[in-house]
Nanobody
Framework: QVQLVESGGGSVQAGGSLTLSCASF????????LAWFRQVPGKAREGVAF????????YYAGSAKGRFIISRDNAKKALSLQMNSLKPEDTAMYYC?????????????????WGQGTQVTVSS
C-alpha cells in the first residue's frame, strides 16, 4: 500500500516556474510506476508525465514535453514535477498517482493510488 501527499502548488505568472512534490508513506514506493495528472473543473483528468519504478524511463504528454521534468528519489520516497515556462492553460489541480508494475501508462484507470491534489494557478 502507498499513500501519497502532494505539495508545492501555488500561483505564478505566465513564463514562471513551479516545482511540485509528492511524498509517499509506505514501504514499497520503489515498486510503483508514478505519474502526474491534472484536472480542470468540468474536464477529464489528464495524464501529464510518467516515470518508471527505477526512474530510467520517463514519458511526457505533448502539453508537457520540453517544459516539465518528472523525477523521483526512491530512497526519500519522493516524486517531483518541475514545471517551466508555465502557461495559463496549465492551471489545474495536479495529482500524483501510483500504479503497480513498471509498464508505461497515462491512463487514469491504471492507477490505484492517488494523492489529494495541489492547485496550480498560472496568470497571464
Amino acid at each position: 500500500q502507498v499513500q501519497l501527499v502532494e505539495s508545492g502548488g501555488g500561483s505564478v505568472q505566465a513564463g514562471g516556474s513551479l516545482t511540485l512534490s509528492c511524498a509517499s508513506f509506505g514501504n514499497t514506493f520503489g515498486n510503483y510506476g508514478l505519474a502526474w495528472f491534472r484536472q480542470v473543473p468540468g474536464k477529464a483528468r489528464e495524464g501529464v508525465a510518467f516515470i518508471s519504478p527505477g526512474g530510467g524511463f520517463t514519458y511526457y504528454a505533448g502539453s508537457a514535453k520540453g517544459r516539465f521534468i518528472i523525477s523521483r528519489d526512491n530512497a526519500k520516497k519522493a516524486l517531483s514535477l518541475q514545471m517551466n515556462s508555465l502557461k495559463p492553460e496549465d492551471t489545474a489541480m495536479y495529482y500524483c498517482a501510483a500504479k503497480s508494475g513498471g509498464d508505461y501508462s497515462l491512463r487514469e484507470r491504471d492507477f490505484g493510488h492517488w494523492g489529494q491534489g495541489t492547485q496550480v494557478t498560472v496568470s497571464s
